[in-house]
């Protein structure tokens, strides 16, 4: 079945501890990318990727990192979580081909993370 | 700039009710236009979509028509069911790929409770 893998889907960590949020796709994808949703705030962007070592920052980066090492995985790095980073994140992942601007984005199931 | 303004919730229906959820766009040109639906617990997936002016997405008995003219993709069903509970949200891609990304453009989402 074709997916977007996140994990964890749930974590309750604290300020300051590092954590990782893990994003794999089996669908030979070349572009990955991260969102966060908030209530009143719909979805926002936090890093893209269009291929391995290529990744460049979306709308709110702050007090994230990426990495793209291999082309099915885009894990989401916090490297001191704070408690503004408390939100629902997805993971998603297209494919770019002749589709041009109607490329569908297919989404993880989602992680939400809560920081104490 | 993009973007997408989207009735906002919650809407409470009852069973076999008919649905409208509003959604307009601000974008240059004529680009796609997507309905993305998030049921409880899950990821986003696409519901329909719209590649050009005119055309009617169509899916699970959900329709939305692109509309340039009201720059307009309202989203309609004629009698709900209490599965299609879940939060709804209007999304504009970009017309082509933005250099490296695809970023889409939500809408702040719109919850459906449908009560039997």
């Known amino acids: 079945e074709a997916q977007v893998t996140q994990n964890p889907r749930y974590l309750i960590t604290v300020t300051g501890k590092k954590l990782t949020v893990t994003c794999s796709q089996n669908?030979?994808?070349?572009?990955m990318s991260w969102y966060r949703q908030d209530p009143g705030l719909g979805l926002r962007q936090i890093y893209y990727?269009?291929?391995?070592?290529?990744?460049d920052k979306g709308d709110v980066p702050e007090g994230y990192k990426v990495s793209r090492k291999e082309k099915r995985n885009f894990p989401l790095i916090l490297e001191s979580p704070s408690p503004n980073q408390t939100s629902l994140y997805f993971c998603?992942?297209?494919?770019?081909?002749?589709?041009?601007?109607?490329?569908?984005?297919?989404f993880g199931a989602g992680s939400r993370l809560t920081v104490l | 700039g993009n973007s997408v303004t989207q009735m906002e919730g919650p809407v409470t229906l009852s069973e076999e009710a008919f649905l409208t959820i509003n959604c307009t766009y601000t974008?240059?040109?004529?680009?796609?236009l997507f309905w993305y639906v998030q049921y409880p617990g899950e990821g986003l997936q696409l519901l329909l979509k719209?590649?050009?002016?005119?055309d009617k997405g169509s899916n699970k008995g959900f329709e939305a028509t692109y509309r340039k003219e009201t720059t307009s993709f309202h989203l309609e069903k004629g009698s709900v069911q209490v599965s299609d509970s879940a939060v709804y949200f209007c999304?504009?891609?970009?017309?082509?790929?933005?250099?490296?990304?695809?970023?889409?453009?939500f809408g702040k989402g719109t919850l459906l409770t449908v009560n039997p």
């Open positions: 998603a992942s297209s494919s770019r081909d002749r589709d041009g601007g109607a490329n569908v984005l297919t």
């Open positions: 990727s269009m291929n391995v070592e290529v990744t």
């Open positions: 669908m030979n994808h070349e572009y």
């Open positions: 974008a240059t040109g004529y680009p796609s």
């Open positions: 999304a504009l891609p970009p017309r082509a790929w933005e250099g490296s990304n695809y970023k889409l453009t």
């Open positions: 719209a590649t050009k002016a005119d």
